[in-house]
């Protein structure tokens, strides 16, 4: 059934789960497969724009799953959709299928772990700005933090789909080797070689993967990394851009080390989302204005900015 109004760019649909697996501990992969005017507009969604997903009717998993810090929070009332981004929209024939690579993190997170093929997931968007690509740009460097990486993941396809004069390395970090959301072969990650995440190895991209503890790859900050990266292969600056997702802290030193060396920066802002669609005020980045500081709406006027744009705290 589809409730969409109109055949504008936006809409509320249903969509129909089509698989659903556990990658890790915490961390999952769902499709969801949408037909009719559902599938066309979600078919031009743009990496780093998001969704919001109603997950009221889906129940909580049994007591014994639930982790131990999220038992308290799980059983809230869900009164607000929640906002997830796509780390794949793949148009088949007349359907279009996305994926959303997620963790449990609170109640609506924990419930769509009990989602099975053939539930209805009611679902709103595409919503706010993505990535985009300006022209010149030859070299894209993705640098994800943990759950950051689902829209960097639709970008490498986009790119590889769309771009095919723009080359792209990724670069994956979290604090350990389990916190990285990703099917890996930690047996196969080195930090002398680029090694292939297969994630990103799927659109021939190479990916270098950091841990804060050493357990994986490069040992620290996946920042220090990218920025020892850079600093080996000086990539010029007018062609070469960088795209971000990940926890605030990250993206702020992304931000700095972009200035740094004069490289193009969009970053995936993210914030406590009410509405999703700029009506209720609650996700409010600060930008610089004019002299003056501005405030603009992560649901509507991003979640990517410009990271020359953004006043991080
Ligand atoms: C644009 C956008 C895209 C997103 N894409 C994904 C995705 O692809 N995969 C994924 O797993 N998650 C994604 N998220 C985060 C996801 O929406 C939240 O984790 C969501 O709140 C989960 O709902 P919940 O009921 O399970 O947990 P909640 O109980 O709602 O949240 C759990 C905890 O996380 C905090 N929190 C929730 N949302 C945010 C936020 N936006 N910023 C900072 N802290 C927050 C809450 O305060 C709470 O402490 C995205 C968020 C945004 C804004
Ligand atoms: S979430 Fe309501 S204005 Fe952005």
Known sequence: MEESNSSSSRGVFTATVHSREQIGERFYRITLEFTDEGAKVFSNCQPGQFSQLD???????????????????????????????????????????????????????????????????????????????????????????????????????????????????????????DALPFERRLDEISQQVGFWLPEFARYGIESRVATDDGSAGFHGLVTDCFKQW????????????????????????????????????????????????????????ECKGHGDTDYKLCCKDGPVFDSKEVVFG
């Open 55 to 177: 997950l009221t009717s889906a129940a909580l998993p049994i007591a014994a799953v639930i982790p131990e810090e999220l038992v308290d929070s799980s059983g809230r009332r869900l009164l607000l959709r929640r906002p997830f981004s796509f780390s794949s929209v793949t148009p088949k024939g007349d359907k279009t299928v996305v994926e959303i690579l997620y963790c449990t993190a609170g109640p609506a997170s924990l419930r769509m772990t009990t989602l099975n093929t053939g539930d209805s997931v009611s679902v709103v968007g595409p919503l706010g700005r993505g990535f985009s690509v300006p022209e010149g740009k030859k070299l894209a460097l993705l640098v994800v933090g943990g759950m950051g990486a689902g829209p960097l993941e639709h970008m490498a396809d986009m790119l590889t789909e769309k771009e095919p004069e723009t080359s792209a390395i990724a670069f994956a970090g979290a604090k350990t080797a």
């Open 230 to 285: 850079l600093g080996e292969n000086n990539p010029p600056s007018e062609s070469t851009i960088i795209y971000s997702c990940g926890p605030e802290v990250m993206l702020k030193r992304v931000a700095e080390i972009a200035a740094g060396r004069n490289i193009d920066c969009q970053i995936s802002m993210e914030r406590l989302m009410g509405c999703g669609i700029g009506l209720c005020q609650s996700c409010a980045v």
